[in-house]
């Protein structure tokens, strides 16, 4: 069964700091990864989707970096703003299914 | 284009009530699914559908049904609500294989 892993649970860092968010996976024969973003009390909102043949994908001052041998992959932001507080959720689909496995996700906090 | 949308978005039941959770998406997506978030537990999913006509159990499925009226609307019934039920419960599209998109939710409370 796939394990989908996010450390740290929570993040605090100040204004202009660049974000490192981190999420591994146990079985590394996947289809795609996918990163969203929720805000207190709202759905989820795709932020990027790599797939198993990509090593990275980027979209403005987000770029997701994906290891599919070690299983991990990396979620930067630069610059990071308070508006960028939120809960980053990964999640993981394999080969020929269509479930999401996700992380339990981190919780950042930029503050101003 | 509203993208996914549920309704309602808050629900209290009382235990063994039933009840039916709506979903709609205007993307053309032939593949939608429902989950669950709890503390602690993350998202799960209860049911998906690969296609119009088409519905697969997914990781909790026991105390819900579905039902795929067509390409547009997904919906999940619970038959006799149970306070494990309690949880946000959200509905996602996509085309198969491609980014799912999520509604906002419905926050269901079972007394």
């Known amino acids: 069964k796939q394990e989908v892993t996010q450390i740290p649970a929570a993040l605090s860092v100040p204004e202009g700091e660049n974000l490192v968010l981190n999420c591994s996976f146990t079985d590394s024969a996947i289809y795609n990864l996918q990163w969203f973003r929720q805000d207190p009390g709202k759905g989820l909102t795709s932020l990027l989707l790599?797939?198993?043949?990509?090593r990275e994908q980027t979209s403005g001052r987000l770029n997701a970096s994906l290891d599919k041998s070690s299983g991990r992959s990396t979620l930067y932001i630069a610059a990071s703003q308070p508006g960028d507080s939120a809960t980053y959720l990964c999640?993981?689909?394999?080969?020929?299914?269509?479930?999401?496995?996700f992380g339990a996700g981190t919780t950042v906090t930029v503050r101003a | 284009n509203a993208g996914v949308t549920q309704t309602p978005k808050f629900q209290v039941l009382k235990t063994g009530q039933s009840m039916t959770l709506q979903c709609a998406q205007d993307m053309n997506h032939n593949s939608m699914y429902w989950y669950r978030q709890d503390p602690g537990m993350g998202l799960r999913l209860i049911y998906y559908s690969a296609s119009e006509g088409t519905t697969d159990k997914g990781e909790v499925p026991n105390g819900y049904n579905v039902s795929r009226l067509n390409k547009r609307e997904f919906s999940l019934r619970l038959e006799s609500a149970a306070p494990s039920q309690t949880s946000v419960y959200f509905c996602?599209?996509?085309?198969?294989?491609?980014?799912?998109?999520f509604g906002p939710g419905t926050r269901l409370t079972v007394t």
């Open positions: 996602a599209s996509s085309l198969t294989g491609y980014e799912q998109y």
């Open positions: 999640a993981v689909r394999p080969y020929n299914d269509y479930k999401l496995s």
């Open positions: 790599i797939q198993s043949s990509q």
